[in-house]
C-alpha cells in the first residue's frame, strides 16, 4: 500500500506514524513486520520523538552542521541539490519495524517521521506488513 | 519476543548478538529475517566488530564529535537530552538480519549491539522473526 | 541467495541493483521483502542515486568529513582501520526493500550501493526475500 506527502519547506520533517498505523488496520496482519519505504533519493526515514517538535529543528541542524549543503560537491553542478542526496543516503529510505496485535511496537516516545531534504515535493511511501 | 538490557552510564555500547542467537534458537524458524528493535529514542543499535573493545569507545568518540552534544539545540531546555535524540534518530532503533539454519547470518566480525546515548536506563528490545 | 563482489579501491561505491533484481526474478516470489545485507565490519550499504555517479564521490568525501580517518581512534593501534569500522556502523550493512509484482519497489533515482570502506577486498553480500 502506498500513501504521499506533500512537504511545503526545503526541509522539514513530517510525522508518518498515523498513516502507517492506519494501513496496517486496514490488512488482516496482527503479529509480523512493517516496512516503511520512501521511494526518492533526496527524502529520509526516521523514528525518534515528535512530541517536543524542537527535536526535529535540532535534527535538521545537527544534520546540516555534520553534513553541510554546497561543501564543493560535483553533484552541485548538475542539480544543486548533493548535500540533500549525502543526507538521505546516510539516514536512509526505510524503517522496519515490529507490529504485534495490530499495532506498531512503538516505544512511547517513538514516532516515524519522514526528511524532506529537498522540497517542497510530494513524496511516495510505501508500507508493506509481512505474517510472522 | 522481549528482552531488557540495563545499561549503567551516559554513553556506551553493549552486545546483544547472544540474547538475538537465543530467541532464534528457541523459535522454531530456521530461515528468514530476524528484527531487532530498540524501543526508546535516546538509544540505537548498529551491527559490527566488538571483538577489539576498543571500537565501541572510537564509535562513541565518532559520534560525539559528529553529532556533539549541547550545540545550542531547543529541546535542551525541555530534557538536555537533545544530541541523544539526534544521535539515535540517525543511527536507527533497528536491525534486520538474515537467518539460516537457525543462525544468525553475521559475518565474522558482525555483533549486534545496543548504543546507549543516554543512560543509566532499562532499554526494551523486540525481537521478531519471520520464515522466509 | 549470496553474491560477491570485488572492490578495487580503497573507498568505492559500487552498485548492486542488478544483482539483487537478478535474485529476485530467480526466486518465485512476486511481493514481499528483500533484505539486501553484506557480511562484513567495514562494508556497508546505501540507497541513493548513482546515474550520475558524481553524487558516490560526493558521499564519500561528505563521509570523510563528518567521520574522519585516524582522528586518535585506540582501534587505529591494532587494525589501522577504525575509520573504516565508524563509517560502516554509521551507515549500517543492510537495507531492505519492498518486492511488487516481482520487482523491487525502488523510486526512479534510487539504487542499492555497496560502500567499500577498506578495500580493496571481495564483499559477500545475502540477499533474503520474504513473501507477503
Redesign the interface.
Known sequence: MEFSVQTSKKQEIIGITDEVSAIIRKSSIKN??C?V?????TAAL????NA?P??C???L???N???PDH?????D???NN??A??K???????????VKEGKL???K??SIMLVELDGPRER?I?V?????
Open positions: 509480523g513486520l516496512n519505504f520512501v521511494r526518492h533519493a526516521i523514528i525518534n520523538e517536543d524542537n527535536i529543528i535540532d535534527f541542524n545537527a544534520l552542521k555534520a553534513i561543501a564543493g560537491y560535483l553533484h553542478m548538475v542539480d548533493a548535500g542526496h549525502m538521505a543516503a546516510l539516514i536512509g529510505p526505510s524503517e522496519t519495524i515490529p511496537l512503538l516505544g516516545w517513538q511516495n510505501n508493506e506488513i509481512i505474517k510472522s
